[in-house]
Each structure stands twice: as structure tokens, then as C-alpha cells.
DNA sequence: TTGAAAGCGCTAACAG
DNA sequence: CTGTTAGCGCTTTCAA
């Protein structure tokens, strides 16, 4: 193996102390043009790398931003089989990290001690968090004196960190106001446990608040609440309210892919979609495609809250911002076939 | 900030010196029993956590595992959004990397010096590549003298790396047998770029010996060929055969994805799937339980293709391997409802 | 069985 | 403007 190019390499070749050399390499602006012109010129001859673990050891900074997901059967895996979600965002996370050359590691984490140790070994200079974990974890975090970024976050506690979401609630408030505008009078809410999930709790109550706002009775709406929000719950979901009659003509699913299972369960049982059931979805993912008939569902831009995720975490740790920054990024409702206007 | 706790720290309150906490923590045999006791005691009372950046500082190793994924447009958004394969397969390598203590950095790469530098500069201990990049790039690497795990690769050049697939080739031979067997004299094989892309160049190889075995000439099949492989391209080439009036029954896809835009293609201009064409995809994504008719489709188990990767590269880090190691995963037809006996 | 000390490659006072 | 030098936190000879 090829002995590495160090800084002492490049410093011999040009004729410079090692200092000089990180000098240049930094652009720290007191070197001459010449010494400059004579390292660059070593520099490109060797091949020179800087080596970022060195510079990580001694500038207390890894330039890597941690990305913790939540786990889910003690593994990552069905995050990463089935949350089109969370791998749609990254991707967004991914593409302003590499531009600012910083690396993305991704990890689950079991509890806040593991998640600090994980921060203290790697040096992490940020830590982005997809999801809702115990308020401990963020307790423990604190000490660590790094920025954090918060998706989706509804917290008390969450206030004092960067916080990306969307209004919610206004996405169910426009899924509702599409409906009833169609002539709906009976909707049926799906989503994930509302008492524990904020934002399937706040898209809830978009609804109630058309219903309400269109003088309905809140009876109009019927709540579903799932153990989850993947396609199998849907599915569940979707076969539940039909075997308890639910006399319903609407469905606003929180989620697409809870929406694609329950259209699947409907289907399966001789449903037309939207002739027996108009569904609204959430999110309007990649996957959304495939759907047949095209999914109507509230769009947000997951891919562009990846960016904004990253590019928060990157400018607070550049010391470009300070206080914590909130940001609440725009949603609309996109109309496709799985909803009508009923006659 | 709290100061960081150091390994001297530890040595000090231990009352040892750094390099015998330094043996304990590394278990290197040859502390005695009390001196251990110590340390322990110390490490577990300041709560120690080892700095990964200078152990790989000082030994060269980094407990990172490089993830290399091909770009599209400039940029690895595409990947993270529509190729669920990728992602799919990345879980099961987050899975075990976890599991040995290792993270996963994920990178696209443009050209051959890139990929070396970032190597180089983050000390990465291990490539993993998905996807076909061109030769250079793995020549380039040569030198740098890291185990490199091929996925799916079925170059000349890449037989001294490790390598990971599955028999393509049969994967085309039994989608094919499952066509003909149920009366399908006319197949359209629709895949990516077969003159560069040997992967779907060998299942569509897997069909035309199935033909040739089953006797029909081999002008039963109609080849497509798209510049890629997502949903937008299956819809193309769904389009194009079925403006060009092809006389198939059949259809063989070479990626579930493709077959999903296929199918949303024919299934928009009034066909029925599998009445007027049946339907055999290729991977067995989760996506396809969105699916409707359900996909024949060989299965391939991905997930495990990344636990098998990231396994293979660990091992060979560790040193328990060291020759090329070519690994061929099983697959099999998963019949659902796409296909149907031709009467 | 333990410790002193010289690195690993780079940065950042400080001195000149 | 440039160089010297002391770290960053850990490993690993080598000697005791």
C-alpha cells in the first residue's frame, strides 16, 4: 500500500513549514501569492488529500451530520423497506450535505444514551431527527451543545431546537374542505394513534375544523386510529370500516400509503373508488404514481424538507444563524381521480 | 460544553496510565484481573466513551463503510425517491453494520478521483457499489487497497472484487417457463439498455432460452428497450407497444417498476391485466403490495442482498476472508395475479 | 503486568 | 508573512 500523502509531504516538496501548507489549504489569508502558488503546485503534484480525520481530532468538527430514525421492531429496516417517506427526505438531506461536503451517517436508536454515545464518538457537528422520540433523549442531547433539527415536531419541548414541518392541520383542513365542497357528509378519518401523534392528531382536526366551519356535525366525521401508518394498517383499516357498515362516502387517510391499503382492502371487496368511497390522501409520495385511480391527497414537498432540514442544521453549525429556526413549509391539494363530486 | 472526558482522565481516576486503560478497552489480554476492575470502575463512573475520529486516527481504521450509489441527472435524488430497490437494500446493510459497529456513508460519485479522495479522506474501511460505474473508477481504487463488494456486477474486470448478485439469467429462464407454460406463445421483453446493462441483457437471455427450450422460434418475443428503469419509462414503453399494435399476450419486465408503469399504461387505455396481457415483473419490491392485480414476479430477496453485502465487506475487513468472495442469492417465482393460462 | 513516549495528520497559538 | 510547537485522543512499540 501507497504510504499517505501528509501535510509534511506537501510542505517538504514545496519548501514551507506544515503550518503554511494548512494555511493555504484553509484559505487563510496571510500567505504571499507566491508561497501559495509554490504549495498549490506541491499540492497537485502529490496528489495531496487532506485527511478529514485529523482535521476532525483537532478541529473538534467531523463535518458528518447524524440522521436518526426511528426504529421500528428494534430495526431500521421497514424504515428503509416501506417509509417512502423518511428515503424521499434524505434524499433531500443528501444533496445539500454533499454540496457543503458534509457526510450523512444514519442510525435508529434504542435509547438517549446510545444516541449521545454515538454523537460523542463520531464528533458529529449536527443531529436531524425524522420522527418523535422520549423527551429524555432530547434532555440528554442538550449537554452535547450541538444544533438539532426537529421534523414534524409539535413538542413543548421541541420549541427550544430548529423545527421543519408543515401546517397539518391545514392539510386536513383542505382535505375536509375538498370533500364537503363535493358534497360529502360522512367522512371517515384514518390515521395513526391521535393521542400519541401530533401530526396525524393535527390533520384530524383540520377536518373537524371544515366540518365544523361547513355547520356540520362533528357525527360526520367517524375516526379510525391505527397502530402505525404503513400499508398493512391500512389494509386492516380499510377492512374494518367496511365490516362495521360505516355508512361513509369519504375517506381522508393521513398518510398515502395508509390510503394505498385501504384502496386496496376497498377494492378487494368490489368497492369503486371514487364511486362508492372518495379518498383523500397525505404527503402525494413518489410512490403515488402506481396508485390507480391517481391519489388526491395533500402535496408537501418532502424531498425540498430534506433541503431545508440540512441546510438549517448546516447554517447553524456555521454559525450562521442562532436562535432556533421554525420553519413551516407550504402545502396544497392536488386533485386526481379517487375523489368526486357526489350527485 | 462539558470538557470531554479523555482516556487520561480515566487513567487518572483509575490510577493506571492511559495505555493500560487503553489495553482494557481493547482487550488486549495481558492486564491483570484488579487493574481491569479499576478501570472499569472508572470508565463506568465518568461514563467514558471512546473518540472513534482518534482511534482511526491511530489505527488507520475507521469503522466506516462507504456506499457508493450511481447519480442520475447529477444527483442521487432520483435514487433516495423512486429506487426502492436501492433503499430496500440498504436497510438490510444498515442492519448488520449496526450490528458490528459500524456506520454507513452514502455517496454518489462523478468520476474516479472523487471517489478515491473520499476514501482517502475519510479513512473509509470498506466500498460498497450499486450499480454499474465505469472501470476506471474501480482501477483507480486499486490502489488503495480496501475490500470492494460488487452488487450485481457482471464484468470481466470485476471478478477480483467480492461479488454479490443473483443468477439473472434464470430469473429470465423461469419468467419465461411460467409464460409459455400457460400457453403464451408472443412475449415483449421490456428492459433497460440491453448492450450495457448485462443484468437485464441476462434476463432477457433467461427468456430466449426458455423460448429455445420450449421449441418456439425465437421471433416469439419482441424486445423493448428504455434508457432506464423507473415508473415513467415502464409507462413509455407500455405506450409505445401498444401504439405499435404488438400482437404479444405476454409481458416480461426486467424491475417491478417498470412493470407498474407498463401496467398503468395499457390499464389507461382500457386493457386488462391479466386478461389481455399478462405480466411477469422482476425484484418483488414492497411496493408491489400497491400493485393491483397483484405482480407475478421473481423474487429476489434485496434485503438480505444488502445484509449479505455488508457482511461479506465486514468479514473481509476483519480479515476472516481475503480471496474474492462471489456470492449468488437464490430467487423464485412468486405467481399472483398478473399472469394468467392462456386458453 | 504496566508505563513512557512517540506517533497518526492536522490546526492554531505564539513567536519571529 | 512564515515557522515552531504543542496539542486533539488514542494506539503501540519498547523498556522496565
Not at 443531529?127 to 444544533?147: H, T
Request: charged share 25%; with cysteine; hydrophobic share 40%.
Amino acid at each position: 500500500m501507497k504510504q499517505k500523502i501528509t501535510i509534511r509531504d506537501v510542505a517538504k516538496l514545496a519548501g514551507v513549514s506544515s503550518a503554511t501548507v494548512s494555511y493555504v489549504v484553509n484559505g487563510i489569508n496571510k500567505v504571499s501569492e507566491e508561497t501559495k502558488e509554490k504549495v498549490f503546485e506541491a499540492i497537485k503534484q502529490l496528489d495531496y488529500q487532506p485527511d478529514f480525520t485529523a482535521i476532525s481530532l483537532s478541529k473538534r468538527k467531523s463535518n458528518m451530520l447524524g440522521v436518526m430514525m426511528p426504529f421500528v421492531d428494534n430495526s431500521l429496516a421497514p424504515m428503509f423497506r416501506e417509509n417512502y417517506y423518511y428515503t424521499e427526505m434524505i434524499g433531500g438531506m443528501e444533496s445539500i450535505a454533499r454540496k457543503n461536503k458534509y457526510d450523512l451517517l444514519i442510525s435508529g436508536v434504542r435509547d438517549p444514551q446510545d444516541c449521545k454515545s454515538w454523537v460523542t464518538k463520531r464528533n458529529l457537528d449536527g443531529l436531524i431527527f425524522l420522527g418523535l422520540f422520549p423527551e429524555a433523549l432530547y434532555e440528554e442531547l442538550k449537554s452535547l451543545d450541538i444544533p438539532i433539527v426537529l421534523i414534524d415536531n409539535y413538542e413543548e419541548f421541541g420549541k427550544s431546537y430548529h423545527n421543519i414541518r408543515i401546517d397539518d392541520e391545514l392539510g386536513g383542513y383542505l382535505a375536509g374542505k375538498h370533500l364537503i365542497e363535493r358534497g360529502h357528509r360522512a367522512i371517515s378519518f384514518i390515521g395513526h394513534d391521535l393521542a400519541n401523534f401530533p401530526v396525524d392528531w393535527n390533520r384530524s382536526n383540520g377536518l373537524k375544523k371544515a366540518v365544523t366551519e361547513a355547520k356540520l356535525s362533528t357525527d360526520a366525521i367517524t375516526f379510525f386510529e391505527g397502530k402505525g401508518s404503513s400499508f398493512e394498517i391500512g389494509y386492516e383499516m380499510g377492512t374494518k370500516l367496511l365490516e362495521l357498515g360505516d355508512k361513509s362516502t369519504a375517506i381522508f387517510a393521513s398518510s398515502d400509503i395508509l390510503a394505498m391499503g385501504i384502496i386496496k382492502a376497498l377494492q378487494e371487496r368490489g368497492k369503486e373508488i371514487p364511486h362508492d368511497y372518495s379518498i383523500v390522501g397525505f404527503d402525494d409520495l413518489a410512490i403515488n404514481m402506481i396508485s390507480r385511480p391517481g391519489l388526491t391527497t395533500i402535496r408537501q414537498d418532502v424531498f425540498n424538507k430534506g433541503v431545508v432540514s440540512a441546510q438549517t442544521i448546516i447554517d447553524a453549525i456555521e454559525q450562521k444563524i442562532s436562535d432556533p429556526v421554525h420553519v413551516t413549509l407550504s402545502i396544497e391539494l392536488v386533485e386526481r381521480e379517487s375523489t368526486r363530486r357526489l350527485e
